[in-house]
């Protein structure tokens, strides 16, 4: 894990630096900022791998750090934060964040969510290999670049949306129970596995279906999950 570089966004000198220790014991490179203003001009001139972000920082807060955080990467988000509400949690991860571990943690536990991120990208790049273009209906897929496209015009997606349509997109009308897509997807169970998967759906479904409350592609099999549904194939 010694190539993996991950970024510490932390107002609190204490939280920060012991974070920075831990990681660094484990092998990984580690950068730090003290909020927003610090860690944008690094995530846009370094290769960031992973970003743990802090909520309550001076000036502009995480979800507002997030968002503009996301107009120069696609590097997975880790929210770190006393916020217990699963309303945060909810808008974490509406605005662009991959998951959310509360204070105070465990160390390993934290440790244990940055190997399942990164298993998770390790399984996206994989995926990227098979086949650069799937196209279902009006909707296309492009592997190479990330990115969505419905009937011709690029769809916008956070990291963990598009991971999520892919697998689906993967295995064409296989049913999944909400356990599977978050085992797939983010690797590590919490208190939030059904709420997370729910908003990950709803943002897709939002993006991609004509009428999101009559889905054609993304399909709530009730009593079990959900499936991809497609007539055609190419």
């Known amino acids: 894990m010694s190539n993996k570089v991950i970024l510490i966004v932390e107002d609190e000198v204490g939280i920060r630096e012991l ?11 580690v950068l730090t900022a003290k909020d927003g203003t610090e860690a944008l001009p690094i995530v846009e001139s370094q290769k960031i791998d992973i970003i743990l972000l802090d909520i309550e920082m001076p000036g502009s807060n995480g979800f507002e750090v997030c968002e503009q955080i996301r107009q120069q990467t696609k590097a997975p988000v880790v929210f ?27 160390f390993h536990e934290l440790e244990a969510r940055i190997q399942a991120i990164l298993r998770r ?29 419905v009937k011709g015009k690029q769809i916008q997606l956070f990291h963990k949306e598009f991971q999520l349509l892919l697998l689906m997109a993967r295995h064409p009308n296989q049913v999944w129970t909400v356990e599977q897509l978050y085992d797939h997807i983010w690797g590590f169970h919490s208190e939030g596995t059904a709420q997370t ?36 194939v190419s």
């Open 19 to 29: 974070i920075q220790l831990f990681l660094q014991k484990k092998g990984y490179h």
């Open 80 to 106: 770190v934060s006393c916020k217990k509400e699963t309303a945060d949690r909810i808008k974490g991860l509406k605005v662009g964040g991959d998951d959310f571990i509360t204070k105070p943690f465990d």
């Open 121 to 149: 990208n390790q399984w996206l790049d994989t995926e990227k290999m098979m086949t650069s273009i799937i196209r279902y209906g009006d909707l296309q897929i492009d592997t190479d670049r990330c990115e969505l496209y």
């Open 197 to 232: 998967v729910k908003v990950h759906i709803s943002n897709l479904r939002r993006k991609l279906e004509k009428d999101p409350a009559n889905p054609q592609y993304i399909k709530t099999v009730r009593g079990f999950g959900y499936k991809f549904m497609t007539t055609t």
